[in-house]
């Protein structure tokens, strides 16, 4: 079995014409052809059409500038037993 990838353009009259030579002479074959229409591609999306809020990557870049970072005191965590030994 052989698989075969091409890019063809559909004429004004619907149909779609190929010409595939395979090296293969006298012999019954079975075609399989699927097709996907190939979309014209768009422009990137705004962040606010990516449900982002207006002006949060404005706001938000570099709010981490500090260096070195600082982690401040996270607070006293409850200690527990392990589950399992």
């Not at 890019?7 to 149909?15: H, L, T, V, Y």
């Not at 090296?23 to 079975?30: F, L, N, R, S």
């Not at 990137?44 to 500038?65: H, R, S, V």
């Amino acid at each position: 079995m052989q698989s075969i990838k091409l890019k063809k353009r559909i004429g004004a009259d619907g149909i779609l014409h190929l010409d595939i030579p395979v090296g293969i002479t006298d012999k019954e074959v079975e075609i399989i052809v699927i097709y996907q229409p190939l979309e014209k591609p768009t422009q990137p999306k705004t962040p606010q059409e990516l449900g982002w809020p207006p002006g949060f990557f404005e706001q938000t870049a570099g709010c981490l500038a500090d260096d070195p970072i600082q982690r401040y005191p996270q607070g006293e965590y409850e200690e527990r037993e392990p589950l399992f030994e």
